[in-house]
C-alpha cells in the first residue's frame, strides 16, 4: 500500500482523473482506510474549489476614470 | 452594440473569423476584462501601485490586437508580460529557499499529525468575505515563482498549456509548482477552516 506521502505527491493528478488506472486504484485504497487523507484531499479540492470563487479587489474610481478616458480616445481614433 | 476598437487586417482565416478573435464591447471590456486584468496583475504583484501601472500599459495596448488569437488569450499574454517585466525591472526577485510543503510526513511517509476535516461546506465559504480576505492573504504569502501558476491556474482558471507558454515553463514545472502552491495554501488555511476539537 501507498503512503500517505506519497498520496499526497500524486493529489495533482488525482485530483485532475489522470493518474493511470493503476496507481488510482492505489489512491483509492488507501483513502478507504486512512481518515486523515480522506480530509486531506477533501481539504485540497475545497481550497481550489475557494480560490475559483475569489471576485478580486475592485477597479479603484480614478483608475475606472482612466480606463473611460483611453477607451473614449480609441473610439475617436477609429472614426 | 459598438466594437472596443476594430481590427485593421480584413480578417483572412477561419480562425480570425471567429468570434472569440474580435475585440469586445466597450462594456464587456469595462465590466469584464479590464478588472481581470487589475486583479491578475494585483495578486503577482501584491499592491496596488504597481497592478494601477501595468493595467494602464495593458489598455493602451488594446488599439494593438490584431485578432490572430481568441481576445482573452491575448489580453491575459499581454497582462502577464507587463506584469513580469514590471517585477523584473523593480528586481524584486526571490532569494530565499522555497518552503518544502511535504516536511509535514514523517520518514515512513505518515502524517505527523491526525488531519481534521474542514468545518464549512464550500458553498458557505464562497459567500464570506471573510474566508475572501483570508484566501487573497494566503495567496499573496505564497513565494512568488508558485503564486505566478497558482493565480493563472486556479484564480483565473486558465489552462495548463496557456500557463506553460505565458511564463515559459515546461508542463512539468508548472505541475510541480501548481501542485506544491496548493499543498502550501492548504496548509495555511487549515488552522482557520478545521474542525475543532471538543
Not at chain 1, 500517505?4 to 496507481?23: H, V
Amino acid at each position: 500500500m501507498i503512503t500517505c506521502r506519497e498520496l499526497a505527491e500524486q493529489l495533482l493528478d488525482f485530483a485532475a482523473g489522470q493518474l493511470p488506472l493503476g496507481q488510482q486504484e492505489h489512491v483509492e485504497q488507501h483513502l478507504r482506510s486512512c481518515s486523515s487523507c480522506a480530509a486531506y484531499l477533501e481539504s485540497y479540492q475545497m481550497t481550489i474549489h475557494l480560490s475559483r470563487q475569489l471576485p478580486g479587489p475592485p477597479l479603484p474610481p480614478n483608475l475606472a476614470r482612466q480606463l473611460r478616458a483611453l477607451l473614449m480616445s480609441f473610439d475617436d481614433q477609429t472614426r | 452594440m459598438e466594437e472596443l476598437i476594430r481590427v485593421r487586417s480584413t480578417p483572412n482565416s477561419t480562425e480570425e473569423q471567429d468570434p472569440a478573435h474580435r475585440p469586445p464591447t466597450q462594456e464587456k471590456l469595462f465590466d469584464d476584462y479590464a478588472p481581470r486584468v487589475y486583479h491578475l496583475a494585483h495578486r503577482l504583484l501584491g499592491n496596488a501601485t504597481d497592478a494601477e501601472d501595468v493595467f494602464l500599459q495593458v489598455i493602451r495596448k488594446l488599439p494593438t490586437f490584431r485578432g490572430k488569437a481568441a481576445f482573452s488569450t491575448w489580453l491575459y499574454r499581454v497582462a502577464v508580460n507587463a506584469t513580469l517585466a514590471s517585477r523584473h525591472k523593480r528586481a524584486l526577485r526571490e532569494v530565499a529557499p522555497l518552503p518544502e510543503p511535504l516536511e509535514d510526513f514523517h520518514e515512513d511517509g505518515h502524517h505527523r499529525a491526525p488531519v481534521r476535516r474542514w468545518m464549512n461546506r464550500p458553498n458557505h465559504l464562497a459567500l464570506d468575505r471573510d474566508a475572501h480576505q483570508l484566501m487573497e492573504k494566503a495567496i499573496a504569502g505564497l513565494p512568488e515563482s508558485y503564486r505566478d501558476v497558482y493565480v493563472l491556474a486556479d484564480v483565473e482558471g486558465l489552462p495548463n498549456p496557456e500557463v506553460t507558454e505565458m511564463l515559459g515553463l515546461s508542463v512539468a514545472a508548472v505541475k510541480s509548482r501548481l501542485h506544491r502552491a496548493r499543498l502550501l495554501l492548504r496548509k495555511t488555511l487549515a488552522p482557520y477552516f478545521e474542525e475543532q476539537t471538543a
